[in-house]
């Protein structure tokens, strides 16, 4: 720097202080006002990340639009656009509690290195996130951190287009520099060359928030644990006058720590102490907003608008020293180089698309699922499109990119880290109907791409039920799927105000085919056996006896069935629809002399509709009917309607809920199900519900239609509470049936 400059050199300096870097912004707005040269800029934290878009070009306006302007509830999170995820994920996601994701894939051949698409350069593509030690132990499986920082990292890859490649930080617009901590080591890492992604993304790797950045056999946390305000780097890189903005907060008192938010920062403040009490005045001008009240997460807008006018006023208190400064300096200059391109406002050319991290097949599959068309610019929103569908499909525990280049066109890089190959589920639940339920599941293989995958389901509670599932997906061709699965059913009916036992066991195997790629439309077709075998201790049992219907019953059938689901929340929904679809045709029984065909069809449709602020209308349609082709062959379970309870399937595989009925019945052949609710949502958590439902059967579908009967109605309210473990509801109903009845519940469904 002394070489380029003729005069005193002026040094930046910003500390941590995550989302209350929003006030270094402002203050630095004030010293671009003023007209003040800046020569080198460090920082660490969140100062590393303001430091290092400040020396790529962008200057506080712009840095006030990306704090302003960035949905930080969803920055801070690796959250994925709903759209994006697979219809079978999303069905897992509403079932499970908890999934721990275990067992790193291993190369045995190495040929997971890199594979290029379109162009290979030949450049150095480790990805610094997949350096893992005892990549095989259960131990090395669990997560670092609440989040990898898979949204920032498309952030910073989106505004540093020109200054990706490995280069020393002297050679951007303003020279840089920023500190991380080394895990390893227990010692700072000093940023002064390499990626400037990797460097901005570890500085701010958040102890437990994010997860650090493995790079070169460092294990890199955010730099406030080593050296929170790092003047001492800008003395020792010639620095004539350091203009310091400083976050920290006041010796924190007992009422002061509350949350989480709190607690990071005190740590992490902890942590950096004796170099903090070193460095802190060594500021030629010293700037410190008043924010005392907020703390590093404190991202929302009110926050942020204030911690920028706060940062600024502070900056203009210090007016007469920033101003000493210029006086010796003269007014700033334009900066030395181009500015970083950010692909959000402005779209740039590639040459081609590499895939680092994964085998050549697995490249290939990704590259089709991420769908990026090469002749055509790409813009931010295009490329994150693509990271959503190549994070969405759960085999890479991340994906990061890169654009390789100063000038266009640049050379597109996805850096892919496998992600644990097996996983393991817990799912809890407890309700009035059946007491309390675990579900365990246990997956194999199933975050591979392709392949065999194995999941295997166990649900314990009164109702049981175990399954397996073997599916083997070969990329361009459907899934081929087999399927065995046991239950065990004991509960109740009723029937004219009678209430009785009924305890049966049932099997199914199935053999399908399936398109396990698509994010909105699940479709099956295939071939199953079912049957069950009623027990003859119960009433159910003895009075189908008595009538001399067959307790054993075995049937051969083909199926189709599927799911559209366009829902924003399984539980809570605001917008959307469900509707999914089964039409199944049993065309033998090898357990009844005399069998005609039987086919049974379902139709289940539910939306979600805006109804004003806070308000949401939710129509549930749904359908059964079982049509018999020859003679009608009474069956006590397969095809015999239900319906009752809040759960569909509790009591036979197409038993459909309906919340006025206590307790489940047998209904004619032919079903509707209808039910509206009206729910509010007055608190971000808790909503409420009033709903009203009512039920039409008949032996006849010509009859259900023409002349349509109201066999049951109902109506009922609802509170519900979102908890991290899954919906806390109240609910109490009448119906003209079965009169009065309440239910409880806690936990997801299944």
Same mark, same amino acid.
Request: glycine share 10%; with cysteine; net charge negative.
């Given at each position: 720097?002394?070489?380029?400059?003729? /005069?005193?050199?002026?040094?930046?300096?910003?500390? @941590?202080?995550?989302?209350?870097?929003?006030?270094?912004?402002?203050?630095?707005?004030?010293?671009?006002?003023?007209?003040?040269?800046?020569?080198?800029?460090?920082?660490?934290?969140?100062?590393?990340?303001?430091?290092?878009?400040?020396?790529?070009?962008?200057?506080?306006?712009?840095?006030?639009?990306?704090? /302003?302007?960035?949905? *930080?509830?969803?920055?801070?999170?690796?959250?994925?656009?709903?759209?994006?995820?697979?219809?079978?994920?999303?069905?897992?996601?509403?079932?499970?509690?908890?999934?721990?994701?275990?067992?790193?894939?291993?190369?045995?051949?190495?040929?997971?290195?890199?594979?290029?698409?379109?162009?290979?350069?030949?450049?150095?593509?480790?990805?610094?996130?997949?350096?893992?030690?005892?990549?095989?132990?259960?131990?090395?499986?669990?997560?670092?951190?609440?989040?990898?920082?898979?949204?920032?990292?498309?952030?910073?890859?989106?505004?540093?287009?020109?200054?990706?490649?490995?280069?020393?930080?002297?050679?951007?617009? &303003?020279?840089?520099?920023?500190?991380?901590?080394? !895990?390893?080591? +227990?010692?700072?890492?000093? *940023?002064? #060359?390499?990626?400037?992604?990797?460097?901005?993304?570890?500085?701010?790797?958040?102890?437990?928030?994010? #997860?650090?950045?493995?790079?070169?056999?460092?294990? &890199?946390?955010?730099?406030?644990?080593?050296?929170?305000?790092?003047?001492?780097?800008?003395?020792?890189?010639?620095?004539?006058?350091?203009?310091?903005?400083?976050?920290?907060?006041?010796?924190?008192?007992?009422?002061?720590?509350?949350?989480?938010?709190?607690?990071? @920062?005190?740590?992490?403040?902890?942590?950096?102490?004796?170099?903090?009490?070193?460095?802190?005045?060594?500021?030629?001008?010293?700037?410190?907003?008043?924010?005392?009240?907020?703390?590093?997460?404190?991202?929302?807008?009110?926050?942020?608008?204030?911690?920028? !006018?706060?940062?600024?006023?502070?900056?203009?208190?210090?007016? +007469?020293?920033?101003?000493?400064?210029?006086?010796?300096?003269?007014?700033? /200059?334009?900066?030395?180089?181009?500015?970083?391109?950010?692909?959000?406002?402005?779209?740039?050319?590639?040459?081609?698309?590499?895939?680092?991290?994964?085998?050549?097949?697995?490249?290939?599959?990704?590259?089709?699922?991420?769908?990026?068309?090469?002749?055509?610019?790409?813009?931010?929103?295009?490329?994150?499109? +693509?990271?959503?569908?190549?994070?969405?499909?759960?085999?890479?525990?991340?994906?990061?990119?890169?654009?390789?280049?100063?000038?266009?066109?640049?050379?597109?890089?996805?850096?892919?880290?496998?992600?644990?190959?097996?996983?393991?589920?817990?799912?809890?639940?407890?309700?009035?109907?059946? @007491?309390?339920?675990?579900?365990?599941?246990?997956?194999?293989?199933?975050?591979?791409?392709?392949?065999?995958?194995?999941?295997?389901?166990?649900?314990?509670?009164?109702?049981?039920?175990?399954?397996?599932?073997?599916?083997?997906?070969?990329?361009?061709?459907?899934?081929?799927?087999?399927?065995?699965?046991?239950?065990?059913?004991?509960?109740?009916?009723?029937?004219? @105000?009678?209430?009785?036992?009924?305890?049966?066991?049932?099997?199914?195997?199935?053999?399908?085919?399936?398109?396990?790629?698509?994010?909105?439309?699940?479709?099956?077709?295939?071939?199953?056996?079912?049957?069950?075998?009623?027990?003859?201790?119960?009433?159910?049992?003895?009075?189908?006896?008595?009538?001399?219907?067959?307790?054993?019953?075995?049937?051969?059938?083909?199926?189709?069935?599927?799911?559209?689901?366009?829902?924003?929340?399984?539980?809570?929904?605001?917008?959307?629809?469900?509707?999914?679809?089964?039409?199944?045709?049993?065309?033998?029984?090898?357990?009844?002399?005399?069998?005609?065909?039987?086919?049974?069809?379902?139709?289940?449709?539910?939306?979600?509709?805006?109804?004003?602020?806070?308000?949401?209308?939710?129509?549930?349609?749904?359908?059964?009917?079982?049509?018999?082709?020859?003679?009608?062959?009474?069956?006590?379970?397969?095809?015999?309607?239900?319906?009752?309870?809040?759960?569909?399937?509790?009591?036979?595989?197409?038993?459909?809920?309906?919340?006025?009925?206590?307790?489940? !019945?047998?209904?004619?052949?032919?079903?509707?199900?209808?039910?509206?609710?009206?729910?509010?949502?007055?608190?971000?958590?808790?909503?409420?519900?009033?709903?009203?439902?009512?039920?039409?059967?008949?032996?006849?579908?010509?009859?259900?239609?023409?002349?349509?009967?109201?066999?049951?109605?109902?109506?009922?309210?609802?509170?519900?509470?979102?908890?991290?473990?899954?919906?806390?509801?109240?609910?109490?109903?009448?119906?003209?049936?079965?009169? *009065?009845?309440?239910?409880?519940?806690?936990?997801?469904?299944?």
């Amino acid at each position: 720097m002394r070489e380029k400059e003729k /005069r005193p050199i002026v040094a930046l300096v910003l500390s @941590g202080g995550g989302a209350k870097g929003a006030a270094q912004v402002g203050a630095l707005k004030y010293i671009e006002e003023l007209g003040i040269p800046v020569d080198f800029v460090c920082g660490t934290s969140i100062g590393g990340l303001v430091g290092g878009f400040y020396a790529m070009g962008y200057r506080a306006a712009d840095l006030e639009e990306l704090f /302003r302007s960035q949905d *930080w509830s969803v920055m801070l999170t690796d959250r994925i656009p709903s759209e994006y995820i697979p219809y079978t994920t999303k069905m897992d996601q509403a079932t499970y509690l908890l999934t721990f994701p275990f067992h790193y894939p291993c190369s045995s051949d190495g040929s997971e290195v890199s594979y290029t698409l379109h162009d290979n350069r030949g450049r150095d593509l480790r990805s610094v996130s997949a350096e893992r030690g005892g990549a095989g132990s259960l131990a090395a499986s669990l997560p670092a951190g609440y989040a990898y920082g898979y949204n920032v990292n498309n952030l910073l890859s989106s505004m540093s287009v020109g200054y990706q490649d490995s280069i020393s930080f002297a050679k951007l617009p &303003l020279p840089f520099m920023c500190v991380a901590g080394d !895990v390893v080591s +227990a010692r700072a890492k000093y *940023w002064g #060359n390499g990626s400037i992604t990797t460097a901005m993304r570890s500085t701010m790797s958040i102890p437990g928030l994010f #997860n650090p950045v493995r790079t070169h056999g460092m294990v &890199l946390v955010d730099g406030g644990v080593r050296n929170n305000f790092p003047t001492d780097i800008a003395k020792a890189v010639g620095a004539d006058y350091l203009i310091g903005i400083e976050l920290s907060d006041a010796s924190p008192e007992f009422s002061d720590i509350n949350n989480i938010g709190d607690i990071l @920062g005190q740590f992490i403040t902890m942590l950096g102490t004796d170099s903090f009490a070193k460095n802190v005045g060594k500021s030629d001008v010293f700037i410190k907003p008043s924010i005392g009240e907020y703390n590093m997460l404190s991202f929302n807008a009110e926050a942020v608008d204030s911690m920028l !006018v706060r940062g600024y006023r502070a900056a203009e208190a210090q007016r +007469a020293g920033l101003l000493a400064i210029r006086e010796r300096t003269g007014r700033a /200059r334009p900066a030395a180089g181009p500015r970083a391109t950010d692909i959000s406002k402005t779209p740039v050319r590639i040459t081609g698309i590499e895939f680092s991290g994964v085998s050549a097949k697995e490249a290939v599959r990704l590259a089709r699922i991420a769908a990026l068309d090469i002749t055509a610019p790409l813009d931010k929103a295009t490329i994150d499109a +693509a990271m959503n569908r190549l994070q969405a499909t759960g085999a890479l525990e991340s994906v990061t990119y890169s654009l390789y280049g100063n000038h266009e066109p640049y050379h597109l890089v996805f850096h892919c880290s496998p992600a644990p190959v097996h996983d393991f589920s817990l799912g809890l639940r407890a309700d009035t109907e059946e @007491g309390a339920a675990v579900l365990i599941g246990v997956g194999l293989g199933t975050r591979r791409l392709s392949g065999s995958k194995v999941d295997l389901r166990a649900r314990i509670a009164q109702n049981l039920k175990f399954s397996a599932h073997y599916s083997l997906d070969m990329a361009n061709l459907p899934t081929l799927n087999v399927t065995a699965a046991m239950e065990r059913y004991r509960g109740h009916l009723a029937d004219n @105000g009678v209430r009785y036992d009924m305890a049966y066991r049932a099997h199914h195997e199935d053999f399908y085919l399936s398109g396990l790629d698509w994010t909105r439309l699940d479709i099956r077709a295939g071939v199953t056996n079912h049957g069950y075998i009623i027990s003859p201790d119960t009433y159910f049992g003895k009075l189908l006896d008595s009538e001399h219907i067959p307790l054993v019953a075995d049937y051969l059938g083909t199926y189709l069935r599927g799911n559209l689901y366009t829902l924003d929340n399984y539980y809570f929904p605001t917008r959307g629809i469900s509707l999914s679809w089964r039409a199944l045709y049993d065309f033998l029984s090898p357990t009844t002399r005399e069998f005609s065909p039987i086919l049974t069809g379902c139709l289940d449709f539910r939306a979600a509709i805006p109804a004003g602020k806070n308000l949401t209308f939710i129509p549930d349609l749904r359908l059964r009917t079982i049509s018999h082709f020859g003679e009608e062959v009474i069956d006590g379970v397969s095809h015999t309607n239900f319906v009752g309870g809040m759960l569909p399937a509790r009591c036979a595989e197409d038993q459909l809920p309906f919340f006025g009925l206590n307790d489940i !019945v047998a209904t004619g052949d032919y079903l509707i199900d209808a039910v509206a609710t009206l729910r509010w949502n007055p608190l971000s958590s808790l909503y409420v519900s009033a709903m009203g439902g009512f039920l039409i059967h008949d032996n006849s579908i010509g009859a259900l239609f023409s002349h349509p009967i109201f066999d049951t109605w109902a109506l009922g309210a609802e509170a519900a509470y979102n908890t991290i473990a899954g919906p806390v509801r109240a609910s109490f109903h009448w119906s003209n049936t079965q009169g *009065w009845g309440a239910h409880l519940s806690f936990g997801f469904d299944f």
